[in-house]
């Protein structure tokens, strides 16, 4: 079965720091993994994703992911940490291949200070 | 482009009741899904339509099921409602059915069902 580990419920970052936002998979074969975030009172919004070749995937609002095939991880990082960027941000998985849906981790809240 | 429309906004319903919730996908999109999201928890799929069928299904009781028009809206209905069924119910649009599972979802707002 498929599933996504978000281990950290919180993240706590100052604004300018880098920041990073863990997650980890398993499914079976090659998987698709998405990052959404989610601001309060909203529905998810899509930051990037990996399908496959380059294992540094770049996305909106200065945020990337970098694909780890023998870790089975995909970790949400970003250079310079804004006050804009707190919000609650989900990975989700699926395979490439078969009748699987996308199932999403159980959320990292960050919270950048000023 | 609208985006992902969804409605009601907010629901309020007593135990025992019906609710159907609608949604309307992004221009372009063929493809909706269904997922629940409890309060700190992530969204959990219940089923996805493509070209007026219920292709995938998650695990959830046969008391929810779906429609898909032609023009591609889709509605969820539930019934017999439960204490436990109050969640922030997301509907997300992409395009393709299966053969577009690389392809993301784009999600609504959200309807935010009380159960009482």
């Known amino acids: 079965a498929q599933s996504v580990a978000q281990p950290e419920d919180q993240v706590n970052v100052a604004e300018g720091n880098p920041l990073t936002v863990k997650c980890t998979y398993s499914?079976?074969?090659?998987?698709?993994l998405f990052w959404y975030v989610q601001y309060p009172n909203r529905g998810l919004q899509f930051l990037l994703k990996?399908?496959?070749?380059?294992?540094l995937v770049k996305g909106s609002y200065g945020f990337e992911a970098e694909f780890n095939k023998s870790q089975t991880s995909f970790h949400l990082k970003k250079p310079s940490a804004l006050v804009s960027d707190s919000a609650l941000y989900f990975c989700?998985?699926?395979?490439?291949?078969?009748?699987?849906?996308?199932?999403f981790g159980k959320g990292t809240r960050l919270s950048v200070i000023a | 482009d609208a985006g992902v429309t969804q409605s009601p906004t907010h629901l309020i319903k007593t135990r025992g009741q019906q609710v159907t919730l609608r949604c309307s996908p992004k221009?372009?999109?063929?493809?909706v899904s269904w997922y629940q999201q409890a309060l700190g928890q992530g969204p959990q799929f219940i089923f996805q339509?493509?070209?007026?069928?219920?292709?995938q299904r998650g695990n959830f009781p046969d008391r929810f099921s779906g429609h898909q028009f032609p023009n591609y809206s889709s509605e969820l209905n539930v019934n017999a409602l439960l204490l436990g069924d109050s969640a922030l119910y997301l509907c997300?649009?992409?395009?393709?059915?299966?053969?577009?599972?690389?392809?993301?979802?784009?999600f609504g707002p959200g309807t935010r069902l009380t159960v009482l």
């Open positions: 989700a998985v699926r395979g490439q291949t078969g009748n699987t849906p996308l199932v």
């Open positions: 990996y399908i496959t070749g380059d294992n």
């Open positions: 997300a649009s992409s395009r393709g059915g299966l053969a577009g599972r690389g392809n993301e979802q784009f």
């Open positions: 221009s372009g999109h063929d493809t």
């Open positions: 339509y493509y070209e007026e069928e219920e292709r």
């Open positions: 499914v079976s074969g090659n998987p698709y």
